[in-house]
């Protein structure tokens, strides 16, 4: 039996804390906070998108960050294997709209307290408001930890499981950073993902709140190249856009958001352009004698109709049967493609996840552990892999922590 140190008590340190305690080892769980989780309490809107349904491929397809690391974690511990662990602790799950699955509560908490349940089945030490300072070490291996307070504490291993530096309020600090640092490990650049995007027109202030769904998105760059494209669901907010899409695509506006990315918007992305001339024709038919203001609330919600009449040009008092075929040309191309010019992002406070961290060629993808110092392990956010919104990211953070936990001191 060894003594681990597990560094930070999120999903990735409750997972490694309660497997490495499970295979016999003792275990203790030190988390600068008050309380455990506090990231996992606030995902999916309090409800906590704890995994996705699809399969190995769909989640490889779903991580734009370092993929094939994962390939050890997941066929280790995966989607299903986390649904069964929540169900021994008493918490059942669900699989809503994209394959997101919930715990059937709708509660994070219940989350939270299974996890904290599974830690406390195998007797992990808990040592709330405990922060630490630095891994400790000695020709090449672990031989501990010290605390803020300069307390040194022996242990044969330590897994670090800090997060990154998404929701700091949290504890993501980048604490993990700095001690993969001291212990000569490489921290690629870290940027803020899965976030809203700011956008110079001033119309999506008017249209805050409103929700569209079924709608295709797509990113280009400064050269016209289309760098993502996605279909759902997205949001207008007081100082840009944000929803499901919309987090996704920021991820590939990572290193430049000041230069020249533009988002398009497709408001009716299951018509083609010739289908929907057809059901403009059928909709100007319909009120060829009312303003073009008062014509267009069959196809598009009330409040964006201003916003698009006012892009489109045409006099909102032109009566519908005045209006040109060059006109209507104009309409269809908003419709298929409303113009937004991105100038950034929100920042760490409304990340999702963060991008980059721990290089991950130089760590055992099988084991988690380090390739340059023995018995030090890192799990969770704080490595350079990430994936885009739908419960992708918080199964890395299980495997990686259940991976980590498993192989801790398998020699011991």
């Given at each position: 039996?060894?003594?681990?140190?597990?560094?930070?008590?999120?999903?990735?340190?409750?997972?490694?804390?309660?497997?490495?305690?499970?295979r016999?080892?003792?275990?203790?769980?030190?988390e600068k906070?008050?309380?455990?989780?506090k990231?996992?309490?606030?995902?999916?809107?309090?409800?906590?998108?704890?995994?996705?349904?699809g399969?190995l491929?769909?989640?490889?397809?779903?991580?734009?960050?370092?993929?094939y690391f994962?390939?050890?974690?997941?066929y280790?511990?995966?989607?299903?294997a986390?649904?069964?662990?929540?169900?021994d602790?008493?918490?059942?799950?669900?699989?809503?709209?994209?394959?997101?699955v919930?715990p059937v509560?709708?509660r994070?908490?219940?989350?939270?307290?299974?996890?904290?349940?599974?830690?406390?089945q195998?007797?992990?030490?808990?040592?709330?408001?405990?922060?630490?300072?630095?891994?400790?070490?000695?020709?090449?291996?672990?031989?501990?930890?010290?605390?803020?307070n300069?307390?040194?504490?022996?242990f044969?291993?330590v897994i670090?499981?800090?997060g990154?530096?998404?929701y700091?309020?949290?504890?993501?600090?980048?604490?993990?950073?700095?001690?993969?640092k001291?212990?000569?490990h490489?921290?690629?650049k870290?940027?803020?993902?899965?976030?809203?995007?700011?956008?110079?027109?001033s119309?999506?202030?008017?249209?805050?709140?409103?929700?569209?769904r079924?709608i295709?998105?797509?990113?280009?760059?400064?050269?016209?190249?289309?760098?993502y494209?996605?279909?759902?669901?997205m949001?207008f907010?007081?100082?840009?856009?944000?929803?499901?899409?919309?987090l996704?695509?920021s991820r590939?506006?990572?290193?430049?958001?000041?230069k020249?990315?533009?988002?398009?918007?497709?408001?009716?992305?299951?018509?083609?352009?010739?289908?929907l001339?057809?059901?403009?024709?059928?909709?100007?038919?319909?009120?060829?004698?009312?303003?073009?203001?008062?014509?267009?609330?069959d196809?598009?919600?009330?409040?964006?109709?201003?916003v698009?009449?006012?892009?489109?040009?045409?006099?909102?008092e032109?009566?519908?049967?005045?209006?040109t075929?060059?006109e209507?040309?104009?309409?269809?191309?908003?419709?298929k493609?409303?113009?937004?010019?991105i100038?950034?992002?929100?920042?760490?406070?409304?990340?999702?996840?963060t991008?980059?961290?721990?290089?991950v060629?130089?760590?055992?993808?099988?084991t988690?552990?380090?390739?340059?110092?023995?018995?030090?392990?890192?799990?969770?956010?704080?490595?350079?892999?990430d994936?885009?919104?739908?419960?992708?990211n918080l199964?890395?953070?299980f495997?990686?922590?259940?991976?980590?936990?498993?192989?801790?001191?398998?020699e011991?």
């Open positions: 039996m060894a003594k681990i140190a597990v560094i930070g008590g999120g999903a990735a340190g409750m997972l490694a804390a309660g497997r490495a305690a499970q016999g080892h003792e275990v203790h769980l030190f906070n008050n309380r455990l989780g990231k996992i309490l606030i995902t999916g809107k309090g409800r906590c998108n704890v995994t996705n349904d399969d491929d769909a989640f490889l397809d779903n991580i734009p960050g370092n993929p994962m390939y050890s974690a997941f280790r511990f995966d989607n299903q986390l649904r069964q662990l929540l169900l602790m008493g918490l059942e799950t669900k699989v809503e709209r994209g394959n997101r919930f509560t709708d994070s908490l219940d989350v939270v307290q299974a996890l904290e349940k599974y830690m406390r195998n007797k992990v030490a808990l040592h709330l408001e405990s922060q630490v300072e630095h891994v400790v070490m000695k020709e090449g291996r672990v031989t501990g930890i010290r605390l803020k300069q307390k040194e504490l022996p044969d291993a670090v499981t800090t990154g530096l998404s700091p309020n949290t504890g993501s600090t980048g604490d993990g950073y700095r001690m993969a001291a212990a000569g490489t921290v690629t870290l940027y803020p993902s899965l976030v809203p995007l700011k956008t110079a027109e119309w999506c202030q008017e249209l805050m709140g409103l929700s569209l079924n295709a998105i797509r990113i280009c760059n400064e050269k016209g190249k289309t760098v494209e996605d279909f759902g669901e949001l907010t007081h100082f840009g856009v944000s929803g499901p899409v919309i996704s695509a590939h506006i990572l290193t430049d958001t000041e020249g990315f533009h988002l398009y918007i497709d408001l009716k992305p299951a018509l083609d352009e010739k289908q001339d057809h059901r403009l024709l059928r909709d100007f038919e319909k009120y060829s004698n009312k303003d073009f203001r008062n014509a267009l609330g196809l598009l919600p009330q409040k964006l109709i201003p698009v009449i006012s892009l489109s040009g045409i006099d909102p032109k009566k519908v049967n005045g209006i075929k060059e209507r040309k104009q309409l269809l191309h908003l419709l493609a409303l113009p937004l010019t100038i950034g992002v929100t920042g760490y406070n409304e990340a999702v996840v991008s980059g961290g721990i290089c060629d130089e760590i055992d993808p099988s988690m552990e380090s390739k340059l110092v023995k018995n030090l392990y890192f799990a969770g956010e704080v490595l350079d892999v994936a885009y919104t739908g419960g992708f199964q890395i953070a495997s990686t922590g259940y991976t980590a936990g498993d192989s801790v001191c398998e011991v």
